[in-house]
């Protein structure tokens, strides 16, 4: 019980230094307890949770979206710190890929590359390209699972072809979609071909992790 109260507070004083955009004080919180082989656990004890408090403070309002984009970008510079893109300990993730899909788009992809960045994933990034060039790349880099993210409800019907292409290919790659279109109407995501939507960058996390069969980095 101790140390899950030590956690919280460390979490909470790593948020308060997230929201001050304090990046030299929220860097060394983290690297002071770094001994080498724990960034996992700090990620998933410390800055997750911040990060997911910070994200449910902007969907109540009480932040600007600016506030939690730079907050993803100051963890995902401490995690590269302590967990480097080269850490064999990243082995056992999934790969993933993000797209918009056409979309010119890219706060929300930002947020989402950024926030998974900081739990330690490695994401590859494909802009706005179309759904062929999109599965060429998910090909060339192995991807397990593609997020798209879309504020045009014409791009957010792109995922049927994106999964039309990658079922011809005889691919396994998972399809999470989120975004304006498919947060007001509950079903679309369904009826585009998409295996899952996530509202937020913080629920794309659980998401991949349920796809995946739990197989993250702070699960």
């Not at 724990?38 to 969907?59: C, Q, S, T, V, Y």
């Not at 072809?161 to 399809?175: D, F, Q, V």
């Not at 996530?198 to 794309?204: F, I």
Request: one cysteine or more; proline letters at 3%.
């Amino acid at each position: 019980m101790t140390g899950d109260n030590s956690n919280a507070k460390d979490a909470r004083d790593f948020e308060d230094a997230l929201l001050s955009l304090n990046r030299v004080a929220a860097h060394q919180m983290i690297c002071s307890k770094f001994t080498g082989d724990n960034a996992f656990e700090l990620i998933r004890n410390i800055i997750a949770p911040a990060l997911e408090n910070i994200g449910d403070m902007w969907n109540c309002g009480e932040i600007a979206l600016s506030q939690e984009y730079m907050a993803s970008k100051m963890c995902e510079v401490i995690v590269e710190d302590i967990l480097p893109s080269e850490s064999s300990s990243r082995k056992n993730q999934p790969i993933l890929g993000i797209t918009t899909l056409g979309d010119e788009h890219m706060l929300g992809k930002r947020i989402v590359i950024s926030f998974l960045k900081s739990c330690g994933f490695d994401v590859h990034d494909y802009g706005d390209m179309a759904p062929e060039n999109v599965v060429r790349k998910i090909a060339e880099d192995n991807v397990q699972v593609i997020l798209v993210s879309t504020l045009m409800l014409n791009f957010a019907h792109e995922v049927k072809k994106l999964r039309s292409i990658l079922e011809s290919n005889g691919s396994g790659t998972k399809i999470i979609v989120g975004g304006a279109p498919f947060m007001f109407d509950p079903d679309l995501w369904r009826e585009v071909g998409a295996h899952a939507m996530a509202n937020d960058a913080t629920e794309s996390l659980d998401v991949i992790c349920k796809l995946m069969g739990g197989n993250t980095c702070v699960n």
